[in-house]
């Protein structure tokens, strides 16, 4: 920066150049470090998270569209659920920037390696990278595996050979390692030479705990750095201490140069390290390469399409990509925001995908419309632009969220080209629920004592080019009843919607304070066997906001020719 003042002071009305926000890179660090996502294993123990198969698929996508280089999907041997996702992620994923991890234990204690069911599981999993755990801290071994010292590193060494003689990339998470080094330095680093001579790819120490703190941390990491040399070597940090990310940014000044990391901090207890925050500090703070370039860009967006997908509330509190990080509301700092962008931001917004916004009115989302309407093969004018926003805005103070529902984004921006469905016309819908459990053949009672026995029925009247239809259908519940209902009535006139299923529904509770009168959003995902799409309705009643989600699921398949 430079001024016109000999002393460097500035004179009033001159002005100063622009702040420079460059990254200070210190040669001593990693040039670049490795993304590992591990949102879908221990991202997906944080309470409150339930993804199913086609969610899991979901969020590998978006990931891998982010652009970090391993995605840990998980046991294959865990439960039915996650070995459904191992067999479908081969021949539907398709990733194009990650390769896709399963993560495992070490063998048991005094047993053996072609039986054990684990190491099997993982050689049978389908991918080219495992990650496997085990135990460095002796407490843990003498304690909880219940067996003696030299048979916990024999563990850990048969097991990466075995890994490694199939063919197989080897990360070892060394479990509890800094509470291990902390106690005894000499065996967790026996148990790190174990993986490392038996040929493990990274040795990732793991702050299992989370109690560990940035100056532990660092003087760890850079002696087993020291101590073997080439080997790569990760850091997984949790954030018990609210340090996770202060942890991880510690290991890899030392010279870490894998970092695991989970979307929006999700994980056991109180998380993980948060992707979100740790790789803009690395990047934008520190100079060091993490993503591809584009892969920041789309920080914000894969942020909140997340918390969607998992059906949580996105924080707007979060550092880079929460609604409120680049929000100001002071008057001093609109006043100098209004003169200089770069006076109260420290960094800018654009660089994660987020924008600023002024709390009087929100001036952010006009970048990520005109990309989303290029993306649906649209071009906006500068007017449809602004009538688009205009409309987002309004519906979105009434609790529609468009970052998740892209098949009803699509529709929103056409709408603004002056184009109207023109497949069907609902005339009207009714819907009828009878809880009768006493005329069931045999009275059936869930654990809960609740006696069980609902019978549902929707009938729907429709027009397709001027013909009214009728049809009656029935369901397992009021939404699936509708369903059916509407699918009978039109099914003569498209039968290509036959090719067409819901994957999954989702219920948010958007006004809490209302109780069962509350506003809620619904999340429909549609597939055709050959994509998955998702829309979205918004109402106080929740078949009514049903139903505006899977018309619209309706109308962009046939826009679309599903099947």
């Known amino acids: 920066m430079s001024t016109s003042s000999d002393d460097g002071a500035g004179v009033e009305g001159e002005g100063l150049g622009p702040v420079d926000r460059s990254p200070r890179h210190d040669p001593a660090w990693p040039a670049s470090v490795e993304v590992f996502d591990t949102t879908l294993r221990d991202g997906s123990q944080f309470e409150g998270i ?49 390769t896709l991890v399963a993560f495992g234990s070490t063998r048991r204690p005094r047993g053996g390696l072609d039986d054990d069911p684990t190491l099997r599981t993982l050689v049978n999993a389908g991918t080219t990278t495992t990650c496997i755990v085990g135990k460095s801290w002796d407490y843990h071994v003498l304690e909880a595996l219940r067996t003696t010292l030299e048979e916990g590193v024999a563990m850990v060494g048969d097991s990466v050979r075995y890994l490694k003689d199939h063919g197989l990339r080897v990360f070892f998470d060394a479990e509890h390692f800094f509470d291990g080094y902390k106690r005894n ?26 109690g560990s703190l940035p100056h532990e941390v660092e003087p760890i990491v850079r002696e087993v750095v020291r101590h073997f040399g ?3 070597v990760g850091i997984h940090t949790q954030n018990d201490t609210g340090c996770a990310t202060p942890n991880a940014l510690a290991a890899v000044m030392a010279g870490a140069t894998q970092v695991q990391v989970t979307m929006n901090g999700y994980g056991e207890r109180t ?8 790789l803009p500090n690395l990047t934008l703070k520190m100079g060091i390469a993490t993503l591809p370039p584009g892969g920041l860009e789309k920080l914000t967006e894969v942020s909140l399409r997340l918390a969607e997908l998992v059906n949580l509330p996105h924080q707007n509190q979060l550092p880079y990509v929460g609604q409120s990080a680049f929000a100001h509301k002071a ?28 709390l009087v009115s929100d001036l952010s989302g006009r ?18 632009l602004g009538e688009v926003l205009d409309q987002l805005k309004t519906l979105e103070s009434g609790g ?13 921006m056409r709408r603004a080209t002056g184009w109207r469905p ?18 069931a053949a045999e009275l059936v009672e869930n654990p809960l004592g609740h006696a069980e026995g609902i019978e549902t029925e929707c009938t729907v009247k429709v027009r397709v080019e001027g013909e009214r239809l009728i049809a009656t259908g029935e369901g397992n519940g009021p939404v699936n009843a509708l369903d059916a209902a509407f699918r009978a009535a039109v099914a003569d006139r498209y039968p290509q919607l036959a090719a067409m299923s819901l994957a999954d529904y989702k219920v948010r509770v958007l006004d809490t304070g209302s109780g069962t009168g509350a506003v809620v959003r619904v999340l429909i995902d549609s597939t055709d066997g050959h994509r998955t799409w998702t829309t979205m309705g918004v109402s106080e009643n929740i078949i009514e906001a049903s139903w505006q989600a899977l018309h619209d699921s309706v109308v962009y398949a046939l826009l679309h020719g599903a099947g």
């Open 400 to 412: 529609y969220f468009f970052e998740t529902a892209d098949a009803s984004l699509e529709l929103l």
């Open 367 to 384: 970048a990520t419309i005109e990309y989303k309407a290029k993306e649906a093969g649209l071009e906006l004018s500068p007017v449809q």
């Open 331 to 358: 008057g001093l700092h609109t006043s100098g925001l209004a003169r200089r962008p770069d006076s109260y931001e420290h960094v800018d917004p654009a660089w994660v995908g987020n924008g600023t916004r002024y």
């Open 271 to 278: 998380g993980n390290c948060d992707l979100t925050q740790l």
């Open 230 to 232: 080439p080997t790569q």
């Open 50 to 98: 339930s993804l199913t198969v086609e969610d899991k698929l979901r969020v590998a996508r978006a990931l891998d569209e982010l652009g970090v280089h391993w995605i840990e999907g998980g046991y294959p041997g865990a439960n039915p659920k996650d070995a459904e996702f191992f067999r479908r992620a081969g021949s539907e994923l398709g990733l194009q920037h990650a």
């Open 422 to 439: 023109a497949f069907f016309e609902l005339e009207s819908f009714r819907v009828t629920v009878d809880h009768r459990p006493g005329a």
């Open 185 to 210: 330095p000499e065996y967790a680093l026996r148990v790190l030479e174990a993986a490392a001579v038996n040929g493990a790819d990274c040795l990732v120490l793991c702050d299992t705990n989370g």
